[in-house]
Structures are given as C-alpha cells and as structure tokens.
C-alpha cells in the first residue's frame, strides 16, 4: 500500500526533474516562440505539458489558453 505510493510519487518527482532539465536546455539554445515550441523542443510528451498547463506554468508563454479556453497541445 503506502509503499507503492512513496514508489509512484517518488518516480513522478524525477520525471518533473527530468522534464525541467530538457526545458532548462532547450531554452538556453533559444528563446521557445511559444508552448508547442516548448514541447516540441524539450522532447516532452503530452502529458507533461498538460501537467504543466494544470499547474499554470506556461501562463508567461506565447500560445498558451488554459483548457477552459481549449488548449490544445499537439
């Protein structure tokens, strides 16, 4: 019980981890034009941005609706 959940919770923080490190990376070669730009970029799957959109991180770039407003990710 308790210790799937530590498991689960433990590998979602590394992929937050992971998926920042590819953000951090991909903007210093170059500013993102927009979210897509961004996930493209990053090599983020779908999901992690949807995360992100959820948590309100991409509300500073270009492209960005919240789902409310439909966002769409490709």
């Known amino acids: 019980g308790a210790l799937i959940v530590i498991d689960w919770f433990s590998d979602q923080?590394?992929?937050?981890?992971?998926?920042?490190r590819r953000?951090?990376?991909a903007r210093a070669a170059k500013a993102f034009v927009d979210v897509d730009d961004m996930c493209e970029r990053a090599m983020l799957d779908?999901?992690?941005c949807e995360r992100l959109a959820d948590a309100g991180t991409l509300?500073?770039?270009?492209?960005y609706l919240p789902r409310s407003q439909g966002l769409a990710l490709s």
């Open 23 to 25: 953000i951090e990376q």
């Open 46 to 48: 779908p999901r992690a």
């Open 13 to 20: 923080l590394r992929r937050c981890a992971h998926d920042a």
């Open 59 to 63: 509300r500073g770039l270009a492209g």
